[in-house]
Protein backbone atom coordinates (compact mmCIF):
# COMPACT_ATOMS: atom_id res chain seq x y z
CA UNK A 1 0.00 0.00 0.00
CA UNK A 2 2.81 2.56 -1.19
CA UNK A 3 1.79 6.22 -3.20
CA UNK A 4 3.87 6.96 -5.98
CA UNK A 5 3.69 10.70 -6.84
CA UNK A 6 5.35 12.36 -9.49
CA UNK A 7 7.55 9.71 -10.13
CA UNK A 8 9.10 8.88 -13.15
CA UNK A 9 9.73 4.58 -14.14
CA UNK A 10 11.75 4.53 -17.54
CA UNK A 11 13.87 1.94 -19.59
CA UNK A 12 13.47 -0.78 -16.78
CA UNK A 13 13.79 -4.20 -17.69
CA UNK A 14 12.52 -7.38 -15.89
CA UNK A 15 10.68 -10.75 -16.71
CA UNK A 16 7.03 -8.98 -15.09
CA UNK A 17 6.32 -5.82 -14.95
CA UNK A 18 9.40 -3.95 -16.41
CA UNK A 19 8.75 -0.58 -14.42
CA UNK A 20 6.61 -2.23 -11.88
CA UNK A 21 5.58 -5.35 -10.70
CA UNK A 22 3.56 -5.13 -7.75
CA UNK A 23 -0.47 -4.24 -6.32
CA UNK A 24 -2.18 -2.35 -3.92
CA UNK A 25 -0.16 0.56 -4.76
CA UNK A 26 -1.21 4.39 -6.09
CA UNK A 27 0.39 6.02 -8.21
CA UNK A 28 -0.07 10.02 -9.39
CA UNK A 29 1.31 11.92 -12.31
CA UNK A 30 3.57 8.84 -12.77
CA UNK A 31 5.30 8.47 -16.78
CA UNK A 32 5.86 5.08 -17.63
CA UNK A 33 8.58 5.39 -20.46
CA UNK A 34 10.66 2.50 -22.75
CA UNK A 35 10.48 -0.36 -19.99
CA UNK A 36 10.88 -3.96 -21.04
CA UNK A 37 9.35 -7.24 -19.85
CA UNK A 38 8.00 -10.31 -21.19
CA UNK A 39 4.77 -9.64 -19.56
CA UNK A 40 3.26 -6.04 -18.64
CA UNK A 41 6.41 -4.06 -20.06
CA UNK A 42 5.09 -1.41 -18.29
CA UNK A 43 3.16 -2.72 -15.01
CA UNK A 44 2.30 -5.72 -14.20
CA UNK A 45 -0.11 -5.80 -11.32
CA UNK A 46 -3.21 -6.10 -9.42
CA UNK A 47 -5.69 -3.77 -7.31
CA UNK A 48 -3.25 -0.57 -8.46
CA UNK A 49 -4.71 2.93 -9.17
CA UNK A 50 -2.99 5.36 -11.16
CA UNK A 51 -4.44 8.88 -11.55
CA UNK A 52 -2.71 11.14 -14.35
CA UNK A 53 0.16 9.01 -15.66
CA UNK A 54 1.60 7.81 -18.98
CA UNK A 55 2.62 4.93 -20.44
CA UNK A 56 4.69 5.72 -23.60
CA UNK A 57 6.83 3.23 -25.46
CA UNK A 58 6.73 0.14 -23.45
CA UNK A 59 7.41 -3.03 -24.82
CA UNK A 60 6.28 -6.85 -23.81
CA UNK A 61 7.28 -10.00 -24.95
CA UNK A 62 4.30 -11.89 -24.76
CA UNK A 63 1.53 -9.90 -23.61
CA UNK A 64 0.15 -6.20 -22.23
CA UNK A 65 2.82 -3.83 -23.60
CA UNK A 66 1.78 -0.78 -21.44
CA UNK A 67 -0.20 -2.64 -18.69
CA UNK A 68 -0.76 -6.82 -17.84
CA UNK A 69 -3.53 -6.25 -15.19
CA UNK A 70 -5.82 -8.88 -12.97
CA UNK A 71 -7.74 -8.18 -10.36
CA UNK A 72 -9.68 -4.96 -9.26
CA UNK A 73 -7.70 -1.75 -10.91
CA UNK A 74 -8.67 2.16 -11.08
CA UNK A 75 -7.11 3.93 -14.16
CA UNK A 76 -8.78 7.87 -14.39
CA UNK A 77 -6.86 10.45 -16.79
CA UNK A 78 -4.52 8.83 -18.08
CA UNK A 79 -2.72 8.37 -21.37
CA UNK A 80 -1.12 4.92 -23.18
CA UNK A 81 0.27 5.02 -26.33
CA UNK A 82 2.84 4.02 -28.84
CA UNK A 83 3.44 0.84 -26.64
CA UNK A 84 3.95 -3.01 -28.57
CA UNK A 85 3.23 -6.51 -27.30
CA UNK A 86 1.78 -9.69 -29.52
CA UNK A 87 -1.71 -9.39 -27.35
CA UNK A 88 -3.05 -6.20 -25.79
CA UNK A 89 -0.46 -3.72 -26.61
CA UNK A 90 -2.10 -0.94 -24.09
CA UNK A 91 -3.40 -3.21 -21.86
CA UNK A 92 -4.24 -7.04 -21.44
CA UNK A 93 -6.59 -7.23 -19.01
CA UNK A 94 -7.31 -10.97 -16.92
CA UNK A 95 -8.67 -12.27 -14.05
CA UNK A 96 -12.05 -13.63 -12.29
CA UNK A 97 -15.73 -12.16 -12.07
CA UNK A 98 -15.25 -11.06 -9.02
CA UNK A 99 -12.89 -8.36 -10.12
CA UNK A 100 -13.08 -5.67 -11.99
CA UNK A 101 -11.22 -2.56 -13.65
CA UNK A 102 -12.77 0.82 -14.86
CA UNK A 103 -10.77 3.45 -17.17
CA UNK A 104 -12.48 7.14 -16.52
CA UNK A 105 -11.27 9.91 -19.10
CA UNK A 106 -8.59 7.98 -20.61
CA UNK A 107 -6.78 8.01 -23.77
CA UNK A 108 -5.54 4.56 -25.43
CA UNK A 109 -4.34 5.45 -28.94
CA UNK A 110 -1.87 4.43 -31.31
CA UNK A 111 -0.57 0.95 -29.92
CA UNK A 112 0.23 -1.80 -32.11
CA UNK A 113 -0.39 -5.34 -31.12
CA UNK A 114 1.39 -8.23 -33.88
CA UNK A 115 -1.63 -10.67 -32.94
CA UNK A 116 -4.71 -8.65 -31.23
CA UNK A 117 -5.67 -6.16 -29.31
CA UNK A 118 -3.98 -3.38 -30.19
CA UNK A 119 -6.01 -1.38 -27.68
CA UNK A 120 -7.16 -3.32 -25.20
CA UNK A 121 -7.46 -6.99 -24.75
CA UNK A 122 -10.04 -8.07 -22.46
CA UNK A 123 -10.27 -11.77 -21.22
CA UNK A 124 -13.45 -13.57 -20.69
CA UNK A 125 -14.04 -13.69 -17.34
CA UNK A 126 -13.17 -10.07 -16.74
CA UNK A 127 -15.26 -7.12 -15.94
CA UNK A 128 -13.66 -4.08 -17.47
CA UNK A 129 -16.18 -0.49 -17.43
CA UNK A 130 -14.80 2.78 -19.40
CA UNK A 131 -16.17 5.66 -19.43
CA UNK A 132 -15.18 9.37 -21.10
CA UNK A 133 -12.35 7.53 -22.74
CA UNK A 134 -10.55 7.82 -26.21
CA UNK A 135 -9.96 4.60 -27.71
CA UNK A 136 -8.33 5.18 -31.44
CA UNK A 137 -6.00 4.06 -34.04
CA UNK A 138 -4.73 1.13 -32.41
CA UNK A 139 -3.04 -2.04 -34.71
CA UNK A 140 -4.85 -4.18 -35.59
CA UNK A 141 -8.09 -3.31 -34.10
CA UNK A 142 -8.99 -1.28 -30.89
CA UNK A 143 -10.30 -3.81 -28.75
CA UNK A 144 -10.45 -7.52 -27.92
CA UNK A 145 -13.39 -8.54 -26.13
CA UNK A 146 -16.49 -7.49 -24.28
CA UNK A 147 -16.41 -4.24 -22.15
CA UNK A 148 -19.18 -1.96 -20.34
CA UNK A 149 -19.90 1.48 -21.85
CA UNK A 150 -20.74 3.57 -19.10
CA UNK A 151 -20.99 6.59 -21.43
CA UNK A 152 -19.13 9.84 -22.81
CA UNK A 153 -16.57 7.62 -25.14
CA UNK A 154 -15.56 8.30 -28.28
CA UNK A 155 -12.91 7.74 -31.33
CA UNK A 156 -10.21 10.59 -30.81
CA UNK A 157 -12.39 12.71 -32.99
CA UNK A 158 -11.76 16.72 -33.33
CA UNK A 159 -10.32 18.48 -30.20
CA UNK A 160 -10.14 22.04 -29.95
CA UNK A 161 -6.84 21.76 -28.07
CA UNK A 162 -4.62 19.42 -30.09
CA UNK A 163 -1.34 19.91 -28.50
CA UNK A 164 -2.83 19.20 -25.03
CA UNK A 165 -1.66 15.76 -25.73
CA UNK A 166 -2.49 13.76 -22.44
CA UNK A 167 -5.70 15.48 -22.27
CA UNK A 168 -5.76 17.44 -18.95
CA UNK A 169 -6.50 20.93 -20.43
CA UNK A 170 -3.04 22.37 -20.61
CA UNK A 171 -0.35 22.46 -22.98
CA UNK A 172 2.79 22.27 -20.83
CA UNK A 173 6.08 20.19 -19.50
CA UNK A 174 4.26 17.02 -19.80
CA UNK A 175 3.44 17.75 -23.65
CA UNK A 176 7.25 17.97 -24.05
CA UNK A 177 8.28 15.06 -22.34
CA UNK A 178 5.61 13.04 -24.41
CA UNK A 179 7.07 14.17 -27.39
CA UNK A 180 10.44 13.32 -27.00
CA UNK A 181 9.40 9.94 -25.70
CA UNK A 182 7.61 9.45 -29.03
CA UNK A 183 10.37 11.26 -31.27
CA UNK A 184 11.06 10.01 -34.62
CA UNK A 185 7.66 7.80 -34.55
CA UNK A 186 4.66 8.16 -36.51
CA UNK A 187 2.25 8.00 -33.00
CA UNK A 188 -0.77 10.06 -34.06
CA UNK A 189 -1.28 11.94 -30.84
CA UNK A 190 1.85 13.44 -31.16
CA UNK A 191 1.90 13.58 -34.99
CA UNK A 192 0.56 17.18 -34.64
CA UNK A 193 0.93 18.15 -38.27
CA UNK A 194 0.01 15.25 -39.95
CA UNK A 195 3.13 14.71 -41.77
CA UNK A 196 3.33 11.08 -40.39
CA UNK A 197 6.37 11.81 -37.93
CA UNK A 198 6.86 13.45 -34.98
CA UNK A 199 9.57 15.98 -35.04
CA UNK A 200 10.40 19.66 -34.89
CA UNK A 201 7.15 20.46 -36.84
CA UNK A 202 5.13 19.57 -33.78
CA UNK A 203 7.43 20.86 -31.25
CA UNK A 204 6.50 24.05 -32.56
CA UNK A 205 2.89 23.47 -32.50
CA UNK A 206 2.98 22.61 -28.81
CA UNK A 207 4.82 25.63 -28.09
CA UNK A 208 2.50 27.93 -30.11
CA UNK A 209 -0.16 26.74 -28.06
CA UNK A 210 1.78 26.72 -24.15
CA UNK A 211 -1.03 27.62 -21.62
CA UNK A 212 -4.37 27.05 -20.90
CA UNK A 213 -6.57 25.19 -23.23
CA UNK A 214 -9.28 27.18 -24.60
CA UNK A 215 -12.54 26.86 -23.10
Known sequence: YNTFDHCTF??????????????????????????????GGGVQGYGNTFDDSTFTGNTAEFRGGG???F???????????????PLGAGMYFSGSPIYSTDLTTCTISGNTAQKEGGGLWIGQLTTVRITGSSICENA?????????DLGDNDGCGATPCPADIDGDGTVNATEIGLLLALWGTSNPLAD??????????????VLSAWGPCPE
Open 71 to 85: SDNTLTNCLITGNTA
Open 67 to 69: LDV
Open 192 to 205: LDGDGIVRAGDLGI
Open 10 to 39: ESNQASSGGGVNGGYNTFDHCPFESNQANY
Open 140 to 148: PEDIVGDWQ
